[in-house]
């Protein structure tokens, strides 16, 4: 099990490298950084791309390796195309997460583990509100598909295929994902002091 933690794009609805900005004290690079770590430890990968140095310093140290995505301008697809190409012999499933959804936690990551039944057609997706998104466990099956993915639909239309069964786990918090300074703001405001 390897967790690939997603931190190439420019960040342009937020206007500076948000990966950078703490959330209750702790930048959000770390806290995913942090959180995968604490499960999967040197089979942790993190991709990044625009500002890179600022965002890896920023991440603070990991067991496990980076991946640098040149074409972090053509979408999120193309950083779990390289992530996939560079996890698709040693790993059985990966977790799909992205740096800028600071409630994820430990226990969530555990949690898609404990729910797959190791099946190579199973793709274990996190749920909220009304919608299913990452952090997505994605099996063996799915990395060729993966490997080609370009653009930013990321790897939606892979919950929506027929050759994979789903699985979910609820877990509101992941509803919260970091576009725009006043999403940061707002987040800030609701966590207790």
Known sequence: MFALVLAAGRAS?????????????TPLARRAIGAANEV??????????HDWRTVTDT?????GFMVYNDRYDDGIGTSIALGAISLRHVASAIIVMLADQ???????????????????DEIV???????MGPPVLFPRACFKDMTMLDGDAGAKQLLHDTRFT????????????IDTPDDLT????????
């Open 125 to 131: 997706v996190t749920s909220f509100a009304d919608s």
């Open 59 to 63: 991440a603070g140290p990991t067991t």
């Open 13 to 25: 609805r937020f206007g500076s490298t948000k990966l950078v900005e703490p959330v209750d004290g």
């Open 40 to 49: 999967c430890g040197d089979r942790t990968t993190i991709v990044v791309g």
């Open 102 to 120: 600071p409630l994820i936690t430990a226990d969530h990551l555990r949690a898609l583990i404990h729910t797959w039944s190791g099946a190579d």
């Open 186 to 193: 707002n987040l800030r405001e609701r966590l207790p002091p």
């Open 166 to 177: 789903l699985a979910n786990v609820r877990f509101e918090p992941a509803a919260v994902d």
